[in-house]
């Protein structure tokens, strides 16, 4: 993930809201969204060179999601780097409590490429990166924003992001077709202004194409936009927009209860 939008605890109905966007290169092989075939009920797109996701919640709500840190120094030497795509699953597939998994997490940090990973029993929410002096942290009721830097650090895809994503959720009465206004604040393509950019290490161009909270850059960019809404009662529902290098190439929407494909 890219962009993760996350409200917990501020909307009446939906203790946790997720709207989130997935960058990756194009050719790097990935099932979509689906409820996995083992004893923990998970339901996650996958990618196919890890068998680990970006996102994913089971059918008992435990939820995480990680995107990439695009700066800061490796630790831990020449050793191979353990997939980041693991940390979602391994949270997913056990029975510690978030905070205890952000501090394995934050432990074993080094073994990692540049990481923050949330993660939720939807009783706490902690956030953890190996690159951040400020993590594991608890989080706080309200709205946050990741991208590819710490929790809430203002990149203007954050800032305006967290924006529209309070416009949306304010508004949303609980139908599904509230869940078009999330979807379409992931879909802007603007630009952030050149004195606005970040420097995170990539060359201006690209930092400039890598601003805009949907990405298209050839090569790589946005793969999906995924959005989850879990209700005080436990049930929940997750829409996934697909995209290739051209144009919308898929939709699918689950529940708790049951799967619809669009």
Known sequence: ?????????AHPEFPLVVAANRDEFYWRATDSLGWWDEPRRIL?????????TWMGI????????????????????????KSRGNLPTDF???????????????????????????????????????????????????????????LNTPWPKVTGGKAEFAAALAADDGSDSAVT????????????????????GVDPVSEKLLSSRFVRMGFYGTRSSTVLR??????????????????????ARFTSAETQRL
């Open 58 to 81: 089971t059918s008992n709500l435990r939820f995480a999601a990680v995107t990439n840190v695009r700066s800061g120094p490796r630790s831990g030497g020449d050793k191979p780097l």
């Open 44 to 52: 996650a797109g996958r990618d196919r060179s890890s068998a680990g």
């Open 181 to 200: 206004s999330y979807l379409d604040l992931l879909h802007d393509k603007r630009y952030a202004p050149r004195a606005e950019l970040p420097h995170t």
């Open 230 to 251: 879990v209700r005080r009662d436990g049930s929940f529902d997750v829409t996934e927009r697909r995209f290739g290098p051209l144009r919308q190439i898929g939709e």
């Open 92 to 150: 997913m597939r056990a029975d510690t409590t978030p905070q205890d998994q952000a501090s394995a997490v934050h432990a074993e940090g080094g073994e990692y490429g540049g990481f923050n990973m949330i993660c939720s029993d939807l009783r706490d929410l902690w956030w953890v990166s190996n690159r951040s002096p400020r993590s594991p942290q608890n989080v706080e009721p309200g709205i946050h924003g990741i991208s590819n830097a710490a």
């Open 1 to 9: 993930m890219c962009l993760v939008l996350v409200a917990w605890q």
